[in-house]
């Protein structure tokens, strides 16, 4: 049988005060309450076993011990990691995260702020792509501006475009860098799995990656767009294989896409490096089982988590932007060009 819940009705006849003196004990309310009228209250609702209304006391604060973080696929090592550094300094606060997914629906991710919104969060990290819709965009400034009107704070990882502070991953040089390290191997024909084209992280490291081959006068890539997952990586590398363009080095945008695009090398037959060579961007951790190792630029990502929660925490003025520097790291999964490419 399920024990009865003890209303605060109870707790306040027991303790022989009004209902709005216990109310403002234990609902937090800002309004001050004498020492003796709180230990008697206190010391009565644990006696009975009275749980507090979270969603009372949210109202009475008007902000709870919520934290929202809003990413585009938990399953993606990329937002995981990220997920796992802003959790871990909410606990620190002695805060709950809250995770929402948006399946990278843009309008998804208007809707979980509003959530969060009614839910009095008391502060929220956005991690993930812009869009170039500027419909959503709107949407989610005005849900930005009535969670921040309402005494919440917003921070993103992701570009700087929402007015808040933001941890701004190094897409554009990183992608530069690579694409002039793998240059300086000897490639000269380049192939980049670009994914979706309203991303903005997809066409700022495809435009980075541009810049990078321009420095050493090559001729720019051939481009296939996809899904920014393993099976759109996957998708993309065979319509690649099927054109026929005699690629040595293939980029692509995100390090689960390049995974997806090696499984469909190896699937047409085709050795990495030995026949093509592949390279990645974003460092993800599950890279440590991947053979042969992938090349990437290594994003802290981690640390760009701990970096958003520490600049969402923070009773601070003003959008502030930290810039996070992208590392190039080569492995085995490129090499020096074969002499036939994607054929």
């Known amino acids: 049988m399920t024990s009865r819940q003890v209303t605060l009705v109870e707790v306040a006849k027991q303790a022989g005060v009004s209902l709005a003196t216990a109310s403002r004990v234990l609902n937090g309310s800002t309004r001050q309450v004498s020492d003796e009228l709180r230990e008697r209250v206190v010391g009565t609702a644990r006696r009975l076993g009275y749980l507090p209304n979270a969603s009372a006391q949210a109202l009475a604060r008007n902000s709870s011990a919520l934290v929202g973080l809003l990413v ?5 090592p990329y937002f995981s990691s990220i997920a796992a550094g802003v959790t871990r300094v909410a606990e620190e606060a002695g805060l709950v995260v809250v995770l929402g997914t948006t399946g990278r629906d843009p309008g998804r991710e208007v809707d979980l702020l509003h959530t969060l919104r009614a839910h009095r969060a008391r502060a929220v990290v956005i991690a993930g792509s812009r869009t170039t819709d500027r419909a959503t965009a709107a ?10 009107a309402q005494g919440g704070r917003v921070a993103a990882v992701s570009q700087a475009k929402l007015g808040v502070d933001t941890v701004v991953p190094g897409n554009r040089t990183g992608a530069r860098a690579l694409a002039v390290a793998l240059a300086d191997l000897g490639h000269q024909r380049f192939a ?16 980075g990656f541009r810049a990078g081959l321009a420095e050493r006068d090559l001729p720019d890539p051939v481009v296939v767009h996809g899904d920014f997952t ?16 005699g690629a040595t080095c293939v980029f692509a945008v995100n390090d689960v896409m390049a995974m997806g695009a090696m499984a469909a090398l190896r699937d047409h ?10 390279a990645g961007f974003d460092d ?20 760009m988590g701990e970096r958003a929660a520490r600049l969402v925490l923070e009773d601070a003025p003003g959008a502030r932007t930290v810039r996070v520097t992208g590392e190039v790291v080569l492995r085995a999964s490129t090499s ?6 994607l054929r």
Request: zero cysteines.
């Open 269 to 278: 037959g085709l050795r990495v490096p030995e026949d093509v060579s592949i």
């Open 72 to 76: 585009h696929d938990i399953a993606d």
């Open 230 to 245: 393993r099976d759109g990586g996957y998708t993309a590398a065979q319509r690649l294989i099927a054109a026929d363009t």
């Open 284 to 303: 993800i951790p599950t890279l440590r089982d991947l053979a042969p190792g992938l090349s990437t630029v290594r994003l802290p990502l981690e640390d």
């Open 139 to 148: 949407r989610l400034a005005d849900e930005i501006a009535a969670f921040t």
């Open 336 to 341: 020096s060009p074969s002499a036939t490419g």
């Open 192 to 207: 980049v799995l670009a994914g979706p084209q309203d991303l903005v992280v997809a066409k700022d490291r495809l435009a």
